[in-house]
């Protein structure tokens, strides 16, 4: 009997959990769940930003990694929906708790659909059209995203992915990273500082694996100073640099500035 009442507990808990996620989104009329998955502890990435060729695969610009629960779900609408008229709805209803847009694209804007539904989200249902495509982010006052991408495919169905990320609170709230850049992308990098508002200053976590026979300390330090020389005087600044090395959380990635607002 006690077995059975910590079973049914942590099914209580695994429920709650998965319906506090849906809850708060209507789905659009006559939309058919395809499948839906939840993850409890798992590294997430948060993408701010279009999708582009890195190396030999395909990455955001900018993301934001996460640690915490995933909650996922893919829902199928007839072809005879509106493409725009779906993308409002949820649109609206994403933001009717106040939630903050931290992302948002469109069309060939978000780069490619292919890359999105095949690298990104490893899920070839949300492969249609590159002009056919929607990216929403928002966040709300806990600190929680959630992610909508929707296409239509070819065969005409529109596919709409909603994914929700409740970050682990010890992993997120002593940092609040605001952006997460390559740290050898510095045009990108370069925007960001620049794009901060005239009293505004960030912290800068710098990460960085062993190269060869330099340390893992001597990579961050040749980055920071490669980072330093193409923001310049003016720039640089606004940023004070922290050289994590290999030191850092998974969530902090490999070679990545994580940009922090410098509190007073």
Not at 8 to 33: G, I
Not at 84 to 98: D, F
Not at 183 to 188: C, E, F, K, V
Not at 216 to 224: E, K, P, R, T, Y
Request: proline share 2%.
């Amino acid at each position: 009997m006690a077995k059975f009442r910590g079973i049914l507990c942590l099914l209580v808990l695994w429920c709650s959990f998965v319906s506090a996620d849906v809850s708060k989104v209507d789905p659009y009329r006559d939309a058919q769940l395809v499948k839906s998955q939840s993850d409890v502890g798992v590294l997430v990435e948060v993408p701010l930003s279009k999708i582009r060729r890195a190396g030999s695969g395909w990455e955001p610009e900018e993301v934001i990694r996460l640690e915490g629960d995933h909650f996922t779900s893919l829902y199928k609408i007839n072809r005879n929906a509106l493409l725009e008229e779906v993308y409002s709805h949820y649109r609206a209803e994403l933001q009717k708790s106040g939630q903050e847009i931290v992302f948002e694209c469109e069309s060939r804007s978000c780069g490619s659909s292919n890359a999105w539904a095949n690298n990104f989200f490893k899920d070839y249902l949300l492969y249609g059209a590159d002009q056919s495509q929607f990216l929403l982010v928002v966040k709300d006052s806990t600190g929680a995203y959630q992610i909508l991408y929707l296409n239509r495919r070819g065969a005409g169905d529109v596919m709409v992915r909603l994914d929700q990320v409740k970050p682990v609170k010890l992993q997120n709230t002593e940092f609040g990273i605001v952006a997460q850049i390559d740290a050898q992308d510095i045009p990108r990098i370069r925007r960001f500082v620049r794009d901060l508002s005239g009293d505004q200053s960030v912290i800068a976590f710098v990460t960085s694996s062993r190269e060869g026979n330099r340390s893992a300390i001597g990579s961050g330090d040749q980055l920071i100073a490669a980072i330093e020389a193409g923001l310049g005087d003016q720039l640089k600044a606004k940023v004070r640099f922290i050289n994590l090395a290999d030191l850092g959380r998974e969530s902090l990635g490999v070679n990545r500035v994580s940009f922090v607002y410098e509190r007073p």
